[in-house]
């Protein structure tokens, strides 16, 4: 894992999607793999400022995202993917035939499978974008996760919903499942970034660097990923040593 710690979240963005304007300039239908949350949003706006700029397209990218809330509709304001509707596929050329995401309404079971199908025929992501929970969860595969799991439901750890809950009105809204791409499926990306922000992440950063790798700290599995980029600002890289 290579690490890149910069002072703030802003520079820590920027760095990121260096990375990501690289592998879609040298290949126009990359495939990516994108998550939801707080810590992408300055990424995905870098993405959309160059794309109306007209330096990159995503006419022919293609991305999946890895989880989505049971139990809402797509329409749903605080769905995952009306958030990524709003903050970054509507304000780019993206054709939607090309958007992939699991679906957390009607038959669940079929929707895992259907999802897993989906995932094979993309094949490996070109990049797959990452936050973590402060708990260390990658999508939503929460601590004591097999790592052999593909889609499935989870169940969100209290502290999942806690750190959720700024998103909804009252704490009963928060949904308490999850459908969510397995540590398995994640781990076929050929790049992974994973992005932590703000000191609440610090802990997290800290076991991820320093500690084995174990199902009950689902972010361990990426050590044993050939190409993960961990980057953070200097909040959450405030427990470990870095130079
Ligand atoms: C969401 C997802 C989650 C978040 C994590 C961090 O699609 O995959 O694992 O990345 O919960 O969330 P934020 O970025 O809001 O701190």
Not at 36 to 51: E, F, Q, V
Request: glycine fraction near 6%.
């Amino acid at each position: 894992m290579k690490l890149y710690v910069y002072p703030n979240d802003n520079l820590a963005s920027l760095k990121a999607y260096e990375i990501v304007k690289k592998a879609l300039l040298n290949k126009k239908n990359s495939l990516l793999g994108l998550a939801t949350g707080s810590t992408p949003l300055k990424l995905y706006d870098l993405m959309i400022k160059d794309y109306k700029k007209g330096i990159i397209s995503y006419k022919e990218v293609k991305t999946y995202n890895v989880d989505e809330y049971i139990g809402l509709e797509e329409s749903h304001d605080q769905s995952y993917r009306q958030f990524m509707n709003c903050n970054l596929f509507n304000h780019i050329d993206i054709n939607i035939k090309n958007i992939y995401f699991p679906k957390g309404v009607g038959n669940i079971n079929k929707n895992i499978k259907e999802y897993d199908k989906t995932l094979e025929s993309l094949g490996a992501a070109d990049i797959q974008i990452l936050g973590i929970g402060s708990n260390g969860h990658i999508a939503f595969n929460e601590p004591g996760t097999s790592f052999d799991l593909k889609t499935h439901v989870t169940n969100l750890s209290p502290s999942t919903i806690k750190d959720n809950s700024r998103f909804f009105l009252r704490r009963d809204q928060v949904p308490t499942s999850a459908i969510t791409m397995g540590i398995k499926s994640i781990l076929k990306a050929k790049k992974i970034i994973l992005l932590a922000f703000g000191e609440n992440k610090s802990n997290a950063i800290k076991k991820l660097l320093e500690e084995e790798v174990t199902e009950d700290f689902p972010a361990s599995a990426l050590k044993d990923h050939p190409d993960v980029i961990i980057i953070c600002d200097s909040d959450a890289a405030k427990k470990i040593k870095y130079n």
